[in-house]
């Protein structure tokens, strides 16, 4: 399959057929990952917070998943929230 390389703008894009865009569940806007390996270019779906898990070990790993403020305040009034 081919693909033709147009200006967009003062940029370059591949416009990417229905059928690989359909198979791949892709729709405008949607943020892919760019890379190149020698002389292949390659995108690969992003799905929403698929790195966080490692973030958040390495946040951990470094001691730096503290808790910024306490969970309780001693102002708080716990009566208020009963019936």
Not at 9 to 35: E, H, K, M, Y
């Amino acid at each position: 399959m081919q693909a033709r390389v147009v200006n967009i703008g003062t940029s370059l894009g591949v416009i990417l057929p229905n059928l690989i865009a359909r198979d791949f569940s892709l729709q405008a806007g949607r943020l892919l990952d760019l890379s190149v390996s020698d002389d292949r270019m390659i995108l690969k779906k992003k799905t929403p917070r698929e790195d966080w898990a490692l973030a958040a070990q390495r946040l951990h790993e470094n001691g730096e998943d503290k808790l910024l403020i306490t969970d309780i305040f001693s102002d708080e009034i716990f009566e208020e929230w009963q019936d």
